[in-house]
């Protein structure tokens, strides 16, 4: 699942008319280089949520990836509730289009080395755990981090525990029964359209010990501001 609904409030003007994940990079939009990695890893098949300016994305990719092997669907919030889930909110929406276990990552995310591993999904789904995670080294932007990580497991760290925390990069493996009970409130489909964020599930799940995580390395940023935009595209360029 690729998360597509945000409003990009901080970077505007651009996202005024363009949604967030549309936005280039190297001449291939945040969407398209991951569904190209997907792709090229032997997904073929993603759903995308949409929200804001949501009529753009199946307009622009329908087109991008004509007479290619993906298979895509969309889960479009703005237009069933007019307003935008969150992430739990929305994964839980297009749950009933989704498999038992399955990628997440995030639009607004630029990671052009990340390799979608299947043998990596296939020891997840063989395992007890209902989420890994890929943390990064916190960016400027965020120097508290969000979860603690040792020997492959994610931590719920308390806001006092001196231990070093890491930034979730907002790519996943997770399996479906994280949005059940008692991890998860909101019925599958989320006939009514709550919005709710996915970090208290993924704490949930910590607490349970359910949880693994691993360190990224490679290029990573989150487009989040124009500035960051600017500093993924000389990434490219070098």
Request: charged share 20%.
């Amino acid at each position: 699942m690729l998360l597509a609904a945000g409003r990009g409030e901080r970077m505007r003007p651009l996202t005024d008319h363009t949604p967030k994940p549309l936005l280039t990079v190297g001449g291939r939009t945040l969407l398209d280089w991951h569904l190209a990695a997907l792709l090229r890893d032997g997904v073929t098949q993603a759903v995308v949520n949409t929200a804001w300016l949501g009529e753009q994305i199946p307009a622009h990719l329908e087109g991008a990836w004509a007479g290619s092997a993906l298979q895509l669907r969309y889960s479009h919030e703005r237009q069933d509730f007019g307003h935008a889930l969150e992430t739990a909110g929305g994964i839980a929406r297009a749950l009933p289009q989704l498999p038992p276990v399955f990628w997440l990552v995030a639009g607004d995310a630029f990671a052009p080395d990340f390799v979608f591993d299947a043998a990596v999904h296939a020891t997840f789904a063989a395992s007890d755990d209902l989420a890994h995670l890929w943390l990064v080294p916190n960016p400027e932007h965020h120097p508290q981090g969000d979860f603690g990580l040792e020997q492959g497991r994610a931590l719920n760290l308390p806001t006092e525990h001196p231990g070093p925390r890491y930034t979730y990069s907002t790519i996943a493996l997770l399996k479906a029964e994280l949005f059940g009970l008692p991890w998860c409130p909101i019925p599958a489909g989320n006939p009514q359209g709550e919005a709710a964020p996915l970090a208290p599930l993924l704490r949930r799940a910590m607490d349970a010990g359910r949880v693994g995580a691993s360190l990224y390395t490679g290029r990573w940023i989150d487009v989040g501001t124009p500035e960051r935009l600017a500093a993924a595209q000389t990434t490219i360029e070098k």
